[in-house]
């Protein structure tokens, strides 16, 4: 513990203790300023305000370092796999091998969902967004899978935990198949975690189905750089939810819906089609400026980040993994991956994204790559929430098992009408 904080408000001086971190700045617990100032602090979009204490994902924003765990993101993608990664959120150590393989056999057998659950994805339209559906078909699994909605009972957590992760490929591959009218394609146990989904995306009952290693390593990799990230806003989303007591199911489909959005998990799709809508490289001036334009809304999408003021680690990663997806795909010239290489290259030297800090985030190339694989940019943001479904359970499981977890509950500052009096209808 640091030395406390002083602070003079309300005619008083209080102090207030200060609470370091492992790694990271200190934090003032302002717990008590109610209590002792009468005075709320105020902090919309959260830009100071440590939530919860967390033992699971650093980020050092102005060096781009991002820790699962201790363990830098660069390792972890290079040499593990996802479900090594899931693990380790979860339970916060690297498995041994025997924990590995126990692990592995105990999602895949979880992979399958209730036969009902097809008849229910039959009430959607079929040009239903996909993010729509699973934001309905993630919450449904509460309907589905009552057995494990008491968060009081730690075997129900997590068996709701394994159920989550291995269930949301399936739901996810459901939701495209559904999309283009072709038949749901059953998980198949005896494939990985990521081979099984591109096989139940990608395959058809009448054909045979070889899954692509090098693709499905990619595949595999980009859901590792997105197991987690901290506080951001889906996790927050769902660590408020679950504050309530409300069941795991239902706390994750709050946090698909809230990664929808286009400043959240919804960049990979609006970047990709900003970059289509750019279409050649010497559109990419006009874009610029008007990306510069304090009178116009628009934004260069896949750049940016509210923690990250140097390069997206993850960004690196992925742009090193679309050179070997397009280069596995024989795919020689993508005239988007020229725009965005060019766009990067433009953005990184104009003075208006240096003195912003806006470099690259994780979205700028996951579309392209995305894209190559064979999915359509509606699923983007899909392939997200598959991969971000563990680093929310392994949130929501910290903040349930913290025995002074309270529900979440922010002030905020009125400046609506003051007290007045009710006027009958007839008087106003
Ligand atoms: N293009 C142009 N200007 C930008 C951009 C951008 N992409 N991002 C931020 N700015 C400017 C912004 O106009 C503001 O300028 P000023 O100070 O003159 O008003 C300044 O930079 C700071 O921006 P901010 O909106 O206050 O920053 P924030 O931390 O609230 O927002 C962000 C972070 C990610 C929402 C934002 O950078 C953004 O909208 N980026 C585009 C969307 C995107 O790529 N999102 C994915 C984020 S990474 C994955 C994820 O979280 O899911």
């Given at each position: 513990m640091s030395a406390p904080a002083s602070l003079s408000a309300a005619g008083k001086t209080v102090e207030?203790?200060?609470?370091?971190?492992?790694?990271?700045?200190?934090?003032?617990?302002?717990?008590?300023?109610?209590?002792?100032t009468g005075m709320f602090t105020y902090d919309p979009g959260f830009t100071s305000t440590a939530s919860c204490e967390s033992k699971i994902t650093y980020i050092d924003g102005d060096?781009?370092?991002?820790?699962?765990?201790?363990?830098?993101?660069?390792?972890?993608?290079?040499?593990?796999?996802?479900?090594?990664?899931?693990?380790?959120?979860?339970?916060?150590?690297?498995?041994?091998?025997?924990?590995?393989?126990?692990?592995?056999y105990r999602v895949t057998r979880h992979t399958m969902v209730h036969e009902q659950m097809m008849r229910f994805f039959q009430g959607f339209r079929r040009d239903a967004h996909p993010m729509a559906v699973m934001v309905a078909s993630v919450g449904a699994?509460?309907?589905?899978?009552?057995?494990?909605?008491?968060?009081?009972?730690?075997?129900?957590?997590?068996?709701?935990?394994?159920?989550?992760?291995?269930?949301?490929?399936?739901?996810a591959a459901m939701a495209y198949k559904y999309s283009i009218g072709q038949p749901f394609i059953y998980p198949q146990n005896d494939l990985d975690y990521t081979s099984n989904f591109l096989k139940m995306c990608f395959a058809v009952p009448c054909e045979d189905y070889k899954v692509n290693p090098v693709l499905s390593r990619a595949l595999d990799r980009i859901f590792i750089l997105h197991a987690d990230h901290e506080q951001n806003a889906s996790t927050s989303t769902v660590r408020l939810a679950g504050s309530s007591g409300a069941n795991p199911f239902a706390c994750i489909a709050a946090g698909v819906a809230c990664l929808w959005g286009p400043a959240h998990g919804g960049a990979n799709e609006a970047a990709l089609k900003m970059l289509e809508e750019i279409g050649s490289v010497e559109r990419i001036p006009q874009f610029i400026a008007r990306a510069k334009d304090k009178n116009d809304p628009f934004r260069l999408m896949g750049f940016g980040h509210r923690v990250y003021k140097n390069y997206d680690p993850r960004a690196k990663i992925m742009q090193k993994t679309t050179h070997e997806v397009l280069n596995e795909l024989g795919?020689?010239?993508?005239?988007?991956?020229?725009?965005?290489?060019?766009?990067?290259?433009?953005?990184?030297?104009?003075?208006?994204?240096?003195?912003?800090?806006?470099?690259?985030?994780?979205?700028?190339?996951?579309?392209?790559?995305?894209?190559?694989?064979?999915?359509?940019?509606s699923m983007f943001t899909v392939l997200f929430a598959v991969a971000r479904t563990?680093?929310?359970?392994?949130?929501?499981?910290?903040?349930i098992e913290d025995p002074s977890q309270r529900i979440g509950r922010p002030r905020q500052l009125y400046t609506g009408a003051p007290t007045r009096e009710y006027v009958s209808i007839n008087q106003r």
């Amino acid at each position: 513990m640091s030395a406390p904080a002083s602070l003079s408000a309300a005619g008083k001086t209080v102090e207030f203790p200060v609470k370091s971190g492992s790694i990271g700045p200190d934090v003032m617990d302002i717990s008590k300023l109610y209590a002792q100032t009468g005075m709320f602090t105020y902090d919309p979009g959260f830009t100071s305000t440590a939530s919860c204490e967390s033992k699971i994902t650093y980020i050092d924003g102005d060096e781009g370092v991002l820790l699962y765990r201790g363990y830098p993101i660069e390792q972890l993608a290079e040499h593990g796999d996802f479900l090594e990664t899931c693990y380790l959120l979860l339970y916060g150590e690297l498995p041994t091998a025997a924990q590995k393989a126990d692990f592995d056999y105990r999602v895949t057998r979880h992979t399958m969902v209730h036969e009902q659950m097809m008849r229910f994805f039959q009430g959607f339209r079929r040009d239903a967004h996909p993010m729509a559906v699973m934001v309905a078909s993630v919450g449904a699994l509460s309907a589905f899978y009552h057995d494990s909605t008491d968060i009081s009972d730690p075997q129900q957590r997590m068996v709701a935990s394994m159920r989550m992760v291995a269930k949301m490929p399936t739901l996810a591959a459901m939701a495209y198949k559904y999309s283009i009218g072709q038949p749901f394609i059953y998980p198949q146990n005896d494939l990985d975690y990521t081979s099984n989904f591109l096989k139940m995306c990608f395959a058809v009952p009448c054909e045979d189905y070889k899954v692509n290693p090098v693709l499905s390593r990619a595949l595999d990799r980009i859901f590792i750089l997105h197991a987690d990230h901290e506080q951001n806003a889906s996790t927050s989303t769902v660590r408020l939810a679950g504050s309530s007591g409300a069941n795991p199911f239902a706390c994750i489909a709050a946090g698909v819906a809230c990664l929808w959005g286009p400043a959240h998990g919804g960049a990979n799709e609006a970047a990709l089609k900003m970059l289509e809508e750019i279409g050649s490289v010497e559109r990419i001036p006009q874009f610029i400026a008007r990306a510069k334009d304090k009178n116009d809304p628009f934004r260069l999408m896949g750049f940016g980040h509210r923690v990250y003021k140097n390069y997206d680690p993850r960004a690196k990663i992925m742009q090193k993994t679309t050179h070997e997806v397009l280069n596995e795909l024989g795919i020689k010239d993508d005239p988007l991956l020229d725009v965005a290489i060019e766009l990067e290259r433009i953005a990184l030297h104009d003075e208006y994204f240096i003195e912003k800090k806006l470099y690259p985030n994780i979205d700028f190339y996951s579309g392209i790559t995305l894209k190559a694989m064979g999915f359509p940019t509606s699923m983007f943001t899909v392939l997200f929430a598959v991969a971000r479904t563990v680093g929310w359970i392994a949130q929501w499981k910290e903040m349930i098992e913290d025995p002074s977890q309270r529900i979440g509950r922010p002030r905020q500052l009125y400046t609506g009408a003051p007290t007045r009096e009710y006027v009958s209808i007839n008087q106003r």
